[in-house]
């Protein structure tokens, strides 16, 4: 009886291993990471391409990225241009035919929620860094990360077809949790509703929209341009005939320009963590808006 | 030549026969016969029309399936987001092809205490600013994208003025790579330049400094090192970033200095003869080891090691080695916006063995030339770098009074401003110390302005 269930035991042993040959999934910013995580569990072995201090229009593609996305079985990308600078030459080199565009290996998740900030009608590059398929900062809006999180559970059931039911479960807990924070956190914010604010960069459009205030104006006078003394003067004029009281920025921007306009106005200023990973504190999705909200709320905007 | 010549003036003076011969000689009896063809003609016309015009039907009916296929997607779309999202059909075919297509545009003002003829001697890059006034250093037309699920491929055409003014037009680079190859391998081909150390391979716009070191344009030739041929190059199962590569390209013109290189040109007091490549062993063979670290989160680091060999045209049976070793190391703050603030250091050795003249030959010698540059970059705010360039270059011998072989240095720092990711503004001071001329040291200013159109230009490490 005792042999049986040592037999039985390494038998265990044995099928719990084989089922360890988790897939690698190599995402390009650490939201998708969490995500990535959140959903795929222990099935899945998860690595970022660039960390959550960076912004991560500007990574440049290092020798160790080649390798990490060599041994890929899914790649998950942001999309809508936003790693057009690096992520291109980094496919090139990494020669791994399972996650180039077009294959199962390869999941753009802005194909999958609604962009905001398209651009209609003819642009060009006098009018700065504009994204002409959308503003690509949507992970900003939780409602988009359940659709994110939706994307990633199908295309690992699909690659991974024996762990669906648990690729899905999660998926469903993942659901849960935001159905239970998102009126929290919207209750939190309700004093910004409606609101005026002015932000750095074009990048919190998809936060605006979740939490229903407006941005009125941004510090850059061009999307990637940074503000010259004109432009700030003028800034200075609108935010006290408009009496705008926010500005939001990301933490990897300069902060000389909001602290004149602060000193010139007396505008709140909040520096929002833009990713997971941003602070060492912010692990989950989850822990990326509960940052978020409390950054808003600490200065004033609610 | 003369024989291909004259075979091209048989043909040109056959054709032109044929086609007068039937007006010339049966000009009576091809009335009914050319009435019959012409009726022919029509018909084949009208089916040509008929078979056309069905194409283009079906095309439209194609096309308005995609058009409604899209606005039911924007629908969905907008009824998921109230938010009107309307993918455009011109969108979705440049989905398809990434296709991509780019015109980088280099130029320079300044001026130098050498005067030009003695400035082409000291700014030896083919796209060096070599000029007291203005040069064109660089215009180039880029095109690349995805061939097919196995095929990348890109051609970069250069156009130069020369002194004269004429406009130069240049296939620089024209090559495909593999995609997606089994067991890390990559096999590039075509005409492109040769893998050997950091900054062969990179084009002018995107060097750190407006000309090129002095140790390349030596040895790798003022174009940098670029021929016809493949390589193949092996991505390593290391847990760091490892790759070899191995190549073989021709040995002979004017971008493989060192080699075959072009017929009377003069390489210490040896001239160039019209050697052409006789069998395998008269390629031009390339190596490189390149190695890849994070040594932190924030600094990541180059290691590389190259070597080249191949034939010389100083003799019948004469060789050249080039070995060489780079370094490269990055650091980006980990909090970088724009990619700034970051430093970066890069250093080159290079070494040359060139066996001159045949053994039997009077003059014949071993030449040995050794070179090296190291820089320094700092982008201490976004969009702004200062830069500190060192380059030595030396050689076995008395070539004190040899412009391509004498022992220099140069020393220059420079500052470049990027008003945005497609345009730059730089101020480069050169101060060399040259054997070769009679005042032995040169003070130079340049100001080097770039646009670059079209596709987006890539952040490379």
Not at chain 1, 51 to 72: E, L
Not at chain 1, 84 to 93: C, E
Not at chain 2, 127 to 152: A, C, I, R, Y
Request: hydrophobic share 40%.
């Amino acid at each position: 009886m005792t042999y049986y269930r040592i037999l039985f035991g390494l038998l265990l042993l044995v099928a719990s291993l084989s089922s360890h040959a988790a897939l690698r999934v190599v995402t390009t910013t650490q939201d998708l990471a969490a995500i990535a995580e959140a959903v795929g569990g222990e099935q899945v072995k998860v690595e970022s391409l660039t960390p959550g201090t960076r912004d991560p229009h500007f990574a440049s593609a290092k020798p160790s990225m080649i390798r990490q996305v060599f041994r890929a079985d899914l790649l998950l990308v942001i999309g809508a241009d936003m790693e057009i600078g690096w992520l291109p030459p980094l496919l090139q080199s990494a020669r791994n035919g399972k996650v180039q565009p077009g294959n199962p290996g390869y999941l753009d998740l802005s194909t999958g929620v609604p962009l905001l900030g398209q651009v209609s009608g003819p642009i060009d590059r006098s009018m700065g860094d504009v994204h002409a398929k959308g503003n690509p900062h949507y992970w900003l809006d939780p409602r988009n990360g359940v659709r994110m999180a939706e994307a990633i559970a199908s295309r690992l059931s699909e690659l991974d077809p024996a762990h669906e039911g648990e690729y899905r479960g999660r998926l469903a807990d993942f659901k849960q949790t935001m159905a239970s924070r998102l009126p929290h956190w919207s209750a939190d914010l309700a004093a910004l509703k409606g609101q005026p604010v002015i932000a750095y960069h074009k990048s919190l459009i998809y936060l605006a929209d979740a939490f229903e205030f407006n941005i009125v104006d941004e510090v850059e006078p061009k999307p990637g341009i940074a503000p010259s003394a004109a432009s700030l003067s003028a800034l200075v004029a609108r935010i006290r005939s408009d009496e705008i009281g926010l500005l939001l920025m990301e933490p990897h921007y300069e902060r000389r320009s909001a602290r004149y306009l602060n000193e010139q106005t007396g505008i709140g200023i909040a520096v929002l963590p833009q990713s997971v990973g941003a602070t060492p504190e912010i692990v989950t999705y989850f822990d990326l808006f509960d940052a978020i909200v409390a950054a808003l709320t600490s200065a004033g905007g609610a | 030549m003369d024989y291909f010549n004259l075979c091209k003036k048989q043909l040109v003076a056959v054709a032109c026969g044929l086609l007068l011969a039937p007006g010339v000689l049966f000009a009576d009896d091809e009335t009914e016969a050319l009435r019959q063809q012409l009726l022919e003609l029509k018909q084949q016309m009208q089916q040509m029309q008929q078979h056309y015009e069905g194409q283009i039907g079906a095309m439209e009916q194609r096309l308005q399936g995609v058009e409604v296929a899209s606005q039911r997607q924007a629908e969905q779309a907008a009824q998921a987001a109230s938010q009107p999202v309307a993918p455009s059909l011109s969108s979705k075919i440049a989905g398809v092809s990434n296709f991509q297509i780019g015109l980088s545009g280099l130029f320079a003002a300044g001026g130098s205490s050498a005067d030009n003829g003695e400035l082409a001697g000291l700014q030896g890059g083919g796209h060096d600013p070599n000029k007291n006034g203005f040069t064109v250093q660089n215009v180039e037309l880029s095109m690349g994208g995805t061939v097919d699920p196995h095929l990348d491929a890109q051609a970069n055409l250069i156009f130069q003025i020369d002194e004269e003014g004429e406009t130069v037009v240049e296939l620089e680079e024209a090559f495909f790579t593999t995609r997606s190859l089994p067991w890390g391998l990559q096999v590039k081909g075509g005409q492109y330049f040769t893998e050997f150390g950091r900054q062969n391979v990179q084009h002018p716009h995107t060097w750190a400094f407006a000309d090129q070191p002095v140790v390349l344009s030596r040895f790798l030739g003022g174009d940098g090192l670029r021929s016809q041929g493949a390589r193949v190059a092996w991505l390593m199962p290391t847990e760091w970033y490892s790759e070899l590569y191995f190549g073989a390209q021709n040995a002979k013109g004017e971008t493989v200095t060192s080699f075959l290189g072009e017929e009377g040109e003069d390489i210490g007091g040896h001239t160039l003869m019209a050697r052409e490549s006789r069998n395998f062993s008269d390629l031009l063979y390339s190596a490189r080891w390149l190695n890849g670290f994070d040594l932190s989160e924030t600094v990541s680091m180059n290691l590389g090691a190259s070597a080249l060999w191949g034939p010389n045209a100083t003799g019948t049976d004469t060789n050249t080695q080039i070995y060489g070793a780079d370094l490269y190391v990055k650091w980006q703050s980990a909090t970088a916006q724009r990619g700034f603030p970051f430093a970066s250091w890069q250093t080159e050795i290079l070494e040359r063995r060139y066996e001159a003249g045949d053994v039997n030959d009077p003059t014949h010698e071993k030449l040995d030339d050794w070179g090296m540059f190291t820089q320094a970059v700092w982008g201490f705010k976004p969009g702004w770098t200062a830069g500190l360039r060192l380059d030595y270059a030396s050689a076995s011998g008395d070539t004190a009074t040899d412009p391509l072989r004498d022992t220099r240095k140069r020393l220059s720092p420079n500052l470049t401003w990027y008003p945005s990711e497609y345009s730059k503004v730089r101020l480069q001071y050169n101060h060399d110390w040259i054997q070769h001329l009679p005042d032995k040291s040169a003070d130079a200013l340049w100001l080097q302005v770039e646009f670059n159109l079209g596709s987006h230009a890539a952040h490379v490490f």
